[in-house]
Protein backbone atom coordinates (compact mmCIF):
# COMPACT_ATOMS: atom_id res chain seq x y z
CA UNK A 1 0.00 0.00 0.00
CA UNK A 2 1.32 3.30 -0.90
CA UNK A 3 1.77 5.45 2.01
CA UNK A 4 2.51 9.15 2.31
CA UNK A 5 3.50 10.43 5.80
CA UNK A 6 4.37 13.74 6.70
CA UNK A 7 5.99 15.67 9.62
CA UNK A 8 3.82 17.18 12.59
CA UNK A 9 2.38 20.74 12.67
CA UNK A 10 4.84 23.52 13.36
CA UNK A 11 4.75 27.04 15.02
CA UNK A 12 7.74 29.17 13.78
CA UNK A 13 8.68 32.61 13.77
CA UNK A 14 8.60 34.96 11.26
CA UNK A 15 12.12 35.09 9.63
CA UNK A 16 12.87 31.39 10.39
CA UNK A 17 13.28 28.69 8.16
CA UNK A 18 11.31 24.95 8.65
CA UNK A 19 12.20 22.01 7.40
CA UNK A 20 9.28 19.64 6.46
CA UNK A 21 9.26 15.83 5.68
CA UNK A 22 7.35 13.28 3.61
CA UNK A 23 8.25 9.38 4.33
CA UNK A 24 7.01 6.95 1.20
CA UNK A 25 6.41 3.42 1.60
CA UNK A 26 4.86 0.67 -0.50
CA UNK A 27 6.02 1.61 -3.98
CA UNK A 28 9.64 2.28 -6.02
CA UNK A 29 10.74 5.92 -4.31
CA UNK A 30 13.20 6.31 -7.04
CA UNK A 31 10.80 5.83 -9.81
CA UNK A 32 8.47 8.77 -9.10
CA UNK A 33 8.26 12.89 -9.23
CA UNK A 34 7.28 13.86 -6.17
CA UNK A 35 5.33 17.35 -5.63
CA UNK A 36 4.79 19.90 -2.88
CA UNK A 37 1.67 21.91 -2.44
CA UNK A 38 0.23 25.02 -0.66
CA UNK A 39 -3.11 25.65 0.40
CA UNK A 40 -3.81 28.15 2.73
CA UNK A 41 -7.48 28.33 4.48
CA UNK A 42 -10.25 28.06 2.56
CA UNK A 43 -8.07 28.41 -0.54
CA UNK A 44 -6.70 27.58 -3.58
CA UNK A 45 -4.15 24.94 -4.07
CA UNK A 46 -0.86 26.14 -5.14
CA UNK A 47 1.97 23.70 -6.53
CA UNK A 48 5.45 24.64 -5.26
CA UNK A 49 7.37 22.13 -7.43
CA UNK A 50 8.53 18.51 -7.85
CA UNK A 51 11.71 16.67 -7.30
CA UNK A 52 12.05 13.28 -8.86
CA UNK A 53 13.43 10.72 -6.73
CA UNK A 54 15.74 8.82 -8.87
CA UNK A 55 18.37 11.93 -9.28
CA UNK A 56 17.15 14.59 -7.07
CA UNK A 57 16.57 16.76 -10.15
CA UNK A 58 13.95 19.35 -9.34
CA UNK A 59 11.58 22.24 -10.81
CA UNK A 60 10.00 25.09 -9.00
CA UNK A 61 7.33 27.35 -9.85
CA UNK A 62 8.75 30.91 -10.22
CA UNK A 63 6.67 32.01 -7.35
CA UNK A 64 8.12 29.86 -5.14
CA UNK A 65 12.22 29.67 -6.24
CA UNK A 66 14.33 31.13 -3.21
CA UNK A 67 11.13 30.11 -0.68
CA UNK A 68 11.34 26.59 -1.08
CA UNK A 69 14.16 23.82 -1.62
CA UNK A 70 13.44 20.64 -2.23
CA UNK A 71 15.46 17.68 -1.75
CA UNK A 72 15.47 14.12 -1.02
CA UNK A 73 17.20 10.89 0.87
CA UNK A 74 16.96 7.86 -1.51
CA UNK A 75 17.82 5.92 1.48
CA UNK A 76 14.94 6.33 3.39
CA UNK A 77 12.66 7.09 0.93
CA UNK A 78 11.71 10.54 2.10
CA UNK A 79 10.95 13.70 0.41
CA UNK A 80 12.28 16.56 2.27
CA UNK A 81 11.23 21.20 1.85
CA UNK A 82 12.84 24.09 3.13
CA UNK A 83 10.64 26.72 3.54
CA UNK A 84 13.29 30.05 4.84
CA UNK A 85 12.73 33.63 5.79
CA UNK A 86 8.93 32.66 6.61
CA UNK A 87 6.15 35.45 6.97
CA UNK A 88 2.62 35.18 7.78
CA UNK A 89 1.91 34.78 3.81
CA UNK A 90 3.16 31.44 4.70
CA UNK A 91 0.85 29.87 7.21
CA UNK A 92 -1.06 27.26 5.18
CA UNK A 93 -1.07 23.31 4.86
CA UNK A 94 1.40 21.93 2.84
CA UNK A 95 0.84 18.63 1.23
CA UNK A 96 3.33 16.17 -0.87
CA UNK A 97 1.92 14.23 -3.34
CA UNK A 98 3.27 11.78 -5.99
CA UNK A 99 3.06 12.55 -9.58
CA UNK A 100 1.30 9.73 -11.74
CA UNK A 101 1.29 11.12 -15.49
CA UNK A 102 1.64 14.36 -13.24
CA UNK A 103 -1.61 14.00 -11.85
CA UNK A 104 -1.16 13.70 -8.24
CA UNK A 105 -2.40 10.00 -7.45
CA UNK A 106 -0.99 9.94 -3.83
CA UNK A 107 -1.19 12.69 -1.49
CA UNK A 108 0.59 13.61 2.18
CA UNK A 109 -1.77 14.26 5.33
CA UNK A 110 -1.03 17.61 4.96
CA UNK A 111 1.13 19.28 7.61
CA UNK A 112 0.17 23.05 9.19
CA UNK A 113 2.60 25.35 8.93
CA UNK A 114 1.93 29.02 11.49
CA UNK A 115 3.89 31.50 11.40
CA UNK A 116 3.92 33.76 14.40
CA UNK A 117 5.60 35.83 16.79
CA UNK B 1 1.27 30.18 -16.17
CA UNK B 2 -1.92 28.76 -17.50
CA UNK B 3 -4.98 30.35 -16.19
CA UNK B 4 -7.76 27.34 -14.81
CA UNK B 5 -11.17 29.10 -14.29
CA UNK B 6 -13.76 26.72 -12.74
CA UNK B 7 -16.95 26.79 -12.26
CA UNK B 8 -19.47 26.85 -10.32
CA UNK B 9 -17.74 28.00 -7.28
CA UNK B 10 -20.48 26.70 -5.09
CA UNK B 11 -23.42 24.02 -6.01
CA UNK B 12 -26.19 22.71 -4.33
CA UNK B 13 -28.16 19.21 -5.58
CA UNK B 14 -30.19 16.82 -4.22
CA UNK B 15 -29.65 13.27 -3.47
CA UNK B 16 -29.37 11.20 -6.93
CA UNK B 17 -29.20 13.82 -9.32
CA UNK B 18 -26.80 14.73 -11.94
CA UNK B 19 -24.10 17.55 -11.81
CA UNK B 20 -21.69 19.09 -13.79
CA UNK B 21 -18.20 20.96 -12.90
CA UNK B 22 -16.51 22.52 -15.70
CA UNK B 23 -13.41 24.04 -16.28
CA UNK B 24 -11.75 25.99 -18.78
CA UNK B 25 -8.30 26.59 -19.37
CA UNK B 26 -6.29 29.93 -20.83
CA UNK B 27 -5.04 27.82 -23.86
CA UNK B 28 -5.23 23.92 -25.14
CA UNK B 29 -3.94 21.53 -22.71
CA UNK B 30 -4.22 18.68 -24.84
CA UNK B 31 -5.93 16.61 -22.06
CA UNK B 32 -3.47 17.08 -19.12
CA UNK B 33 -6.23 18.01 -16.82
CA UNK B 34 -7.42 15.93 -13.47
CA UNK B 35 -10.08 16.24 -11.33
CA UNK B 36 -9.88 16.01 -7.19
CA UNK B 37 -12.27 15.74 -4.88
CA UNK B 38 -11.21 17.17 -1.32
CA UNK B 39 -13.13 16.98 2.08
CA UNK B 40 -12.95 18.90 4.79
CA UNK B 41 -10.04 18.71 6.50
CA UNK B 42 -8.19 15.84 4.53
CA UNK B 43 -5.77 16.16 1.51
CA UNK B 44 -7.22 15.95 -1.95
CA UNK B 45 -7.98 12.41 -3.70
CA UNK B 46 -7.66 12.12 -7.54
CA UNK B 47 -10.96 10.92 -8.93
CA UNK B 48 -9.94 11.22 -13.28
CA UNK B 49 -6.55 11.66 -14.83
CA UNK B 50 -6.15 12.77 -18.59
CA UNK B 51 -9.19 14.38 -19.04
CA UNK B 52 -10.96 11.38 -18.72
CA UNK B 53 -9.80 8.27 -17.13
CA UNK B 54 -10.58 6.52 -14.08
CA UNK B 55 -8.71 6.58 -10.86
CA UNK B 56 -8.75 2.80 -9.61
CA UNK B 57 -10.98 2.61 -7.04
CA UNK B 58 -13.26 5.56 -7.90
CA UNK B 59 -16.80 4.99 -8.12
CA UNK B 60 -18.26 4.42 -11.64
CA UNK B 61 -20.85 7.32 -11.40
CA UNK B 62 -17.40 9.93 -11.53
CA UNK B 63 -16.53 10.57 -15.28
CA UNK B 64 -14.61 13.65 -17.14
CA UNK B 65 -14.79 14.69 -20.62
CA UNK B 66 -13.33 17.40 -22.73
CA UNK B 67 -10.40 18.63 -25.00
CA UNK B 68 -8.35 21.80 -25.80
CA UNK B 69 -9.49 24.21 -22.83
CA UNK B 70 -13.29 23.14 -22.04
CA UNK B 71 -13.20 20.27 -19.52
CA UNK B 72 -16.10 18.64 -17.42
CA UNK B 73 -16.52 16.51 -14.05
CA UNK B 74 -19.98 14.82 -14.20
CA UNK B 75 -21.07 12.60 -10.80
CA UNK B 76 -24.18 11.16 -11.59
CA UNK B 77 -26.90 9.48 -8.84
CA UNK B 78 -25.06 11.86 -6.33
CA UNK B 79 -24.29 10.27 -2.78
CA UNK B 80 -24.20 11.95 0.66
CA UNK B 81 -20.66 10.98 0.60
CA UNK B 82 -20.16 12.68 -2.28
CA UNK B 83 -20.28 16.25 -0.26
CA UNK B 84 -16.92 17.73 -0.75
CA UNK B 85 -14.82 20.49 -2.98
CA UNK B 86 -13.67 20.05 -6.16
CA UNK B 87 -10.67 21.05 -8.08
CA UNK B 88 -9.55 21.10 -10.98
CA UNK B 89 -5.61 20.41 -12.53
CA UNK B 90 -3.86 21.54 -15.56
CA UNK B 91 -0.44 19.51 -15.98
CA UNK B 92 0.42 20.30 -20.09
CA UNK B 93 2.79 22.90 -18.65
CA UNK B 94 4.95 23.78 -15.79
CA UNK B 95 3.85 25.44 -13.34
CA UNK B 96 0.89 22.83 -12.48
CA UNK B 97 -1.93 25.05 -11.92
CA UNK B 98 -4.89 24.27 -10.31
CA UNK B 99 -8.82 25.49 -10.38
CA UNK B 100 -10.82 27.55 -7.71
CA UNK B 101 -12.88 24.92 -6.84
CA UNK B 102 -16.57 24.07 -6.86
CA UNK B 103 -18.01 23.47 -3.16
CA UNK B 104 -21.22 20.89 -3.84
CA UNK B 105 -23.81 20.49 -0.79
CA UNK B 106 -26.67 18.23 -1.14
CA UNK B 107 -29.94 20.26 -0.97
Known amino acids: EVQLQQSGAELVKPGASVKLSCKTS????????MSWLKQMPGQNIEWIGN????????GYNQKFKGKATLTVDKSSSTAYMDLSSLTSEDSAVYFC??????????WGQGVMVTVSS | DIRMTQSPASLSASLGETVNIECLAS??????LAWYQQKPGKSPQLLIY???SLQNGVPSRFSGSGSGTQYSLKINSLQSEDVATYFC?????????FGSGTKLEIK
Open chain 2, 89 to 97: QQYNNYPFT
Open chain 2, 50 to 52: NAN
Open chain 1, 26 to 33: GYTFSNYY
Open chain 1, 97 to 106: ARNYYSALDY
Open chain 1, 51 to 58: IYGGNGGT
Open chain 2, 27 to 32: EDIYSD
